[in-house]
C-alpha cells in the first residue's frame, strides 16, 4: 500500500521518481503472484479490456510505422497504458485504500504548489509585489510550471483533479475542524489552478463543480445550506482567479471564439488533413510527428516546426496516427469509463473523466508519459475495481 502511495505521490513530479518506484512495486506485484489476478480482471471488466485492445493497438501501430529510429522509446511511453491498469486493479484495494491514495496524490500535489510558488520567486528573483505589474504576473505563470519541468496543462489537470478530490472530502468529513482545513487547501490550490492560466481544466474545474452544487442544492435539501456556501466560495474563487491576465486572455479567446487566430487552428487543421488522407490505419505512431512538421511547414507556422507541436486533440491525435480504428477503441474506452462513473455516482469518479474528456479537446494527453501515467493510474483506482471487490482488502 506505502509502495503504491508512493507511486500516486510521485505522479505530478519529474518522470524517473515514478520510474523508480514502480521497479519495486513490478516487482512485489511478481513476487506476492498479484499476476494471477490479472487473467480473471480482464475477463470481468470492459475497462480494462479495452485498456488491453488500445495498447494493442498502440503497439501494432508503432511496429509497423516507417519510422525506426525512436520505435522502442514509444514503446516504452506508451507501456503505461497496459502495466498500470494491470498492476493496481489486481491488488483488489478497498473504497478506502483508494481515499487514502487519493488524499495522498492532493498532499503531493499541494506541495508541489507551495515548492513551484516559493522557487519561482527565488530563482527568477521576484516578490509578490512584482505581479501587480501585469506583463510580470503574465510571465510568473508562463514560467511557474519549469520549476517541476511539468507542462502546464499536465500541472492544471493535476490541480483540477485535487479540487474535486478535496470537495468529495469536504462533505463526507464529518469533523467541522477538519472540513475547514481542507477548505483552505481548496482555496489555495483554486487560486494556484488560475495562476496557472490552463483555460480548459480551469473551465471544466469549475463547470464540475457549479454542477455538482446545485444538484445537491436540488435534491438533498439538508445540503442547501453548505453547497450554496461552497458554491459561492467556487464562484468568489473562481473570480479572483481571473484576475490573472493570462488566464484572462485565454478565456477571452474562447468568449470571442478565436477561430483562424487561435495558434491551435494549424495544428487542429493538420491534423485533421492527416486523418483524412489515412483514415482506416493512421500514419502509424512513429511516423506521424514527421508529417505533422511537414504540414506545419506548409503553413509556415515558425511555432510549431521549432517546438514541435503535436496536434493538441487526443482524438485528432489517436484519428491521425491510428487511424479510425484506434479512435473507435480509444472512444469506447471513454464511454466504458463514462458508464462506470454512472454507476458508482461519486464525484470524483464522475469529475475525473468528465475533466479528462474536457482535457482532451485542446491537449494530446497521451502523447506523454505523464498524461498516460495519469489517466491509466487512477483509470485503474477508480473504475476497474467492481462493487463486491470494493469490500476485500489488499
Request: with cysteine; hydrophobic share 50%; net charge positive.
Amino acid at each position: 500500500m506505502w509502495v503504491m502511495g508512493a507511486f500516486v505521490a510521485a505522479l505530478p513530479l519529474p518522470y524517473r521518481y515514478g520510474n523508480l518506484i514502480l521497479i519495486p512495486l513490478l516487482l512485489y506485484w511478481l513476487a506476492a503472484g498479484r499476476y494471477k489476478n490479472t487473467l480473471p480482471l480482464i475477463k470481468e471488466s470492459a475497462v480494462i479490456k479495452l485498456f488491453v485492445l488500445f495498447f494493442g493497438i498502440v503497439l501494432l501501430s508503432i511496429v509497423t510505422s516507417e519510422n525506426f529510429n525512436y520505435r522502442f522509446s514509444f514503446i516504452e511511453r506508451y507501456l503505461g497504458l497496459l502495466v498500470f491498469p494491470l498492476i493496481f486493479s489486481s491488488f483488489q484495494l478497498t473504497t478506502n485504500d483508494v481515499s487514502k491514495l487519493l488524499k495522498i496524490f492532493v498532499v503531493s500535489c499541494s506541495v508541489c504548489a507551495i515548492y513551484s510558488l516559493i522557487s519561482t520567486f527565488i530563482v527568477y528573483e521576484m516578490t509578490p509585489a512584482d505581479l501587480s505589474i501585469e506583463e510580470n504576473f503574465g510571465y510568473f505563470s508562463w514560467i511557474l510550471p519549469e520549476t517541476l519541468n511539468l507542462k502546464s496543462n499536465y500541472y492544471s489537470w493535476f490541480v483540477a483533479f485535487c479540487l474535486i478530490i478535496i470537495v468529495e472530502i469536504i462533505f463526507q468529513t464529518p469533523k467541522r475542524h477538519v472540513q475547514i482545513l481542507w477548505l483552505i487547501l481548496f482555496c489555495f490550490l483554486f487560486v494556484f489552478l488560475g495562476v496557472l492560466s490552463s483555460r480548459t481544466s480551469f473551465i471544466a474545474a469549475v463547470l464540475i463543480l457549479v454542477i455538482y452544487f446545485a444538484r445537491l442544492a436540488i435534491q438533498h435539501k439538508f445540503r442547501v445550506g453548505k453547497s450554496l456556501i461552497i458554491g459561492i466560495v467556487v464562484i468568489g474563487l473562481a473570480l479572483v482567479s481571473l484576475q490573472s491576465p493570462f488566464l484572462k486572455a485565454k478565456i477571452g479567446g474562447v468568449i470571442t471564439g478565436g477561430g483562424q487566430s487561435d495558434p491551435r487552428y494549424i495544428l487542429f487543421q493538420c491534423g485533421w488533413q492527416i486523418f483524412s488522407e489515412n483514415v482506416l490505419f493512421g500514419t502509424g505512431i512513429c511516423d506521424v510527428e514527421d508529417l505533422a512538421l511537414s504540414c506545419y511547414k506548409t503553413f509556415n507556422d515558425v511555432e510549431a516546426i521549432e517546438k514541435e507541436y503535436n496536434f493538441h486533440n487526443v482524438f485528432i491525435q489517436v484519428g491521425a496516427s491510428m487511424g479510425i480504428i484506434g479512435l473507435t477503441i480509444l472512444i469506447a474506452l471513454i464511454i466504458a469509463i463514462i458508464l462506470r462513473a454512472k454507476e458508482v455516482g461519486r464525484l470524483t469518479h464522475i469529475g475525473f473523466i468528465v475533466l479528462f474528456c474536457f482535457a482532451c479537446t485542446t491537449e494530446s494527453l497521451l502523447t506523454r508519459n505523464k498524461g498516460i501515467s495519469f489517466f491509466s493510474t487512477f483509470s485503474a483506482l477508480l473504475f476497474i475495481l467492481k462493487p463486491h471487490e470494493e469490500n476485500t482488502t489488499c
